[in-house]
C-alpha cells in the first residue's frame, strides 16, 4: 500500500505569509507525529497525535504554529506569519499503534519550506 | 529530558571496509534505542533498535549496535560496507514509560562509501 504522503513537496513563502503543510497517513495508522528538520540538523519533535486528539504539543515553537487532525486520518500542521526562522523539512510519521516503540514509524518525504 | 550525540557529521569509508558509527546518549530516565538512515530523497526509514534483551542487536542492510548502559551509548557497525550504504544516519532515544512515544533525535552522520 502507500506510504506517509506529505504535500506540497516543496514550498515558497514570503516572510508574513500563511501556510499549510499537509500529512496523508496510512490508513488506519492511530499515531500521528510531525517533526522538524533544519538544515544540517536532525529531527526535532512537533507534535503527537493518538487519533483526533492532540496529546502532545510541547514541541511547538510558537503561537504561530497549529496543528489538527480533525477525524484521525489528514493532518494539516499550519504556520502564521511566516518567519525565515521557520525555513526547514516538516516531516510527518505515522504508526499503526499507540505505542509507536513496538510498531514501525513510517517517515514521509517531508514538505520543505523556504521563507524569504 | 534527553539528549543524543553523533559527534562525527561526516564518515568516509572505502567499498567494502568497516565502518563505526558512533551515538551517545544522556538521560536521567530509561530509554529505548533508535538508528534511522535517511537516503537522498526519501524519508527516514528504521535500521534497527533496543528495546529490551539482547544488548547486540541486528538490523536491516547488515547493520547492526550494541547497546552500553554504562557507557551510556549505541554505536553502528557493518563489517563491510557498499557504495549504496551512502546516507545520512541518525541515532535516537525514547523514553520509557514517557506520555508520548515521541523521539529525541541526534544531529545525524553522513556516511560517505568510497570506490
Known amino acids: 500500500g502507500a506510504g506517509v504522503s506529505q504535500s506540497p513537496r516543496y514550498k515558497v513563502a514570503k516572510r508574513g505569509q500563511d501556510v499549510a503543510l499537509r500529512c496523508d497517513p496510512i490508513?488506519?495508522?492511530?499515531?500521528l507525529f510531525w517533526y522538524q528538520q533544519a538544515l544540517g540538523q536532525g529531527p526535532e519533535f512537533l507534535t503527537y497525535?493518538?487519533?483526533?486528539?492532540?496529546?502532545?504539543k510541547s514541541g511547538l515553537p510558537s503561537d504561530r504554529f497549529f496543528a489538527e487532525r480533525p477525524e484521525g486520518s489528514v493532518s494539516t500542521l499550519k504556520i502564521q506569519r511566516t518567519q525565515q526562522e521557520d525555513s526547514a523539512v516538516y516531516l510527518c510519521?505515522?504508526?499503526?499503534?499507540?505505542?509507536?516503540?513496538?510498531?514501525?514509524?513510517?517517515f514521509g518525504n517531508g514538505t520543505r519550506l523556504t521563507v524569504t | 529530558a534527553q539528549s543524543v550525540t553523533q559527534l562525527d557529521s561526516q564518515v568516509p569509508v572505502f567499498e567494502e571496509a568497516p565502518v563505526e558509527l558512533r551515538c551517545n546518549y544522556s538521560?536521567?530516565?530509561?530509554?529505548?534505542l533508535f538508528w534511522y538512515v535517511q537516503y537522498p530523497n526519501q524519508g527516514l526509514q528504521l535500521l534497527l533498535k533496543?528495546?529490551?534483551?539482547?544488548?547486540l542487536v541486528k538490523g536491516i542492510n547488515g547493520f547492526e549496535a550494541e547497546f552500553n548502559k554504562s557507557q551510556t551509548s549505541f554505536h553502528l557497525r557493518k563489517p563491510s560496507v557498499h557504495i549504496s550504504d551512502t546516507a545520512e544516519y541518525f541515532c535516537?532515544?525514547?523514553?520509557?514509560?514517557?506520555?508520548?512515544?515521541?523521539?529525541?533525535f541526534g544531529t545525524g552522520t553522513l556516511l560517505a562509501v568510497q570506490p
Open positions: 510519521a505515522s504508526s499503526l499503534l499507540v505505542n509507536s516503540y513496538n510498531s514501525p514509524l513510517h
Open positions: 490508513s488506519g495508522h492511530v499515531s
Open positions: 497525535f493518538q487519533n483526533e486528539a492532540q496529546l502532545d
Open positions: 538521560s536521567s530516565v530509561s530509554v529505548y
Open positions: 533496543y528495546l529490551s534483551g539482547s544488548t
Open positions: 535516537a532515544v525514547g523514553q520509557k514509560g514517557g506520555a508520548t512515544n515521541k523521539l529525541i
